[in-house]
């Protein structure tokens, strides 16, 4: 077993480690969420409120099953990787995501916004699934698709559940267009508290440039992160018409990231989505809205067994996989928890948090007396009676 200076046991402790490692600005930009923080919190705390039937003490299995399947690709364990945008907290960024989603046997998701090139990312793992915004003309949306089509992409993923920020009161973290000169002077103070950060990017060969090469137009440079979250705040928000274009046009696996309603589950459905996930962005969008566990179960029991239904949100140990998996989800999205470990650990890092989700959903399997994944049901938690906060069905 590896030393527990490098290994870690928690995605807690990999938490605590990246705000040890990171600048201030950096760590804050993780953490996120809008507003009060609202739905932030309570996208874990929700998990809390769900309590496991007693447990069985004999006549256990003594192997237990965890793969599955999303979006047509074979996954050991029911947890992918979400997509995450530039990842400035460890210079292999994606790249060292894809190589520890490779090693766990899982896929990723890949942001637009990414600071790798698809191209790159794919080769280190297959079985990527593509992130769109609905960002810009029909023109640069199919220009993006198609290079990650050839790119090898095996699914698209098209991302709704953002609502641009007011402010939050803890303060938004201060991230620069670019690392020109003012920007190094302004953040001195920052690097100097963080020195280990720094020289880690330095040995690389510089600080992070905050492109997102994945958005940039042919034959044209990587445009600047803050230059097409421009552009994607000034594009209308597309319409349920616009979706089923997408869909067409992908003419493959089509998730559509961030129902949290059942009308829309069912929207999703109709125009022939292969799958949806119950996401809220992690609290990134309209503050005070439910956990979205608490939405989960209406979404499952609208669409059934019609579409796959992934959950992305809160997710800290295996114990809350196996949550969302008994109440309909077929597998899981985790997004702060692994770039936590990127932060703490690299590749090793990313690879190290889904070992503890592998672990704690095996152990949960155990003493729930459930040989797979595929065997749990609302009946393994306890739901208390006010949990779903009245949410529709």
């Known amino acids: 077993m590896a030393s527990t200076r490098e290994w870690f046991e928690t995605v807690e402790e990999a938490r605590r480690r990246a705000r040890r490692h990171l600048p201030r600005s950096v760590y804050m930009s993780l953490v996120a969420g809008t507003e009060k923080g ?32 999303v979006l047509g690709q074979e996954i050991s364990l029911p947890v992918i990787a979400s997509p995450t945008g530039v990842q400035a907290v460890h210079p292999d960024g994606e790249l060292a995501v894809a190589r520890a989603t490779a090693g766990a046997g899982t896929a990723m998701g890949l942001s637009a916004f990414a600071s790798r090139p698809v191209e790159e990312v794919a080769a280190a793992n297959p079985k990527l699934f593509f992130q769109v915004y609905w960002s810009g ?12 089509r050839n790119a090898g992409a095996k699914a698209l993923i098209v ?34 508290a ?27 440079p990587a445009p600047t992160f803050f230059g097409v979250y421009g552009e994607w705040m000034q594009t209308t ?15 493959g696996p089509f998730m559509v990231k961030g129902v ?18 119950v996401s809220n962005h992690g609290g990134n969008n309209l503050d005070g809205t439910p956990a979205s566990i608490r939405a989960l179960p209406a979404v499952a029991d609208a669409v059934g067994s019609q579409i796959e239904v992934l959950l992305d949100g809160g997710i800290r140990r295996g114990s809350d996989v196996v949550k969302a998996l008994a109440l309909g989800a077929r597998a899981v999205m985790i ?40 065997d749990l049901s609302p009946d393994d938690v306890i739901i208390p009676p006010d949990f779903t906060r009245g949410l529709a069905k």
């Open 38 to 69: 609202l739905t932030l919190r309570d996208n874990v705390a929700a998990f809390s409120e769900l309590r496991f039937a007693p447990p069985h003490i004999a006549g256990l299995p003594s192997a237990r099953q965890q793969a599955t399947s």
């Open 260 to 277: 949290m309603r059942p009308d829309d589950a069912r929207r999703c459905l109709d125009l022939g989505a292969s799958a949806v996930s």
């Open 194 to 220: 963080r020195p280990g950060y720094v020289r880690q990017w330095l040995q690389a060969g510089g600080l992070p440039d905050l492109t997102v090469p994945n958005m940039a137009a042919p034959g044209q």
């Open 159 to 192: 991302t709704l559940d953002w609502s641009f920020s007011n402010g939050r009161d803890w303060g938004s973290p201060a991230i620069p267009e670019k690392m020109d000169l003012r920007a190094i002077m302004r953040f001195a103070p920052e690097g100097l």
């Open 335 to 374: 997004g702060r928890a692994y770039l936590w470990g990127l932060a703490a650990g690299g590749s090793a890092g990313v690879q190290n948090v889904f070992d503890v989700l592998r672990g704690g959903i095996d152990s949960t399997l155990l003493a729930l007396g459930r040989p797979s994944v595929g």
């Open 137 to 148: 003309s029909k023109d640069a949306i199919m220009q993006r698709i198609e290079r990650a």
């Open 237 to 251: 928000p597309p319409s349920w018409a616009d979706l089923a274009w997408l869909r067409e046009q992908w003419g």
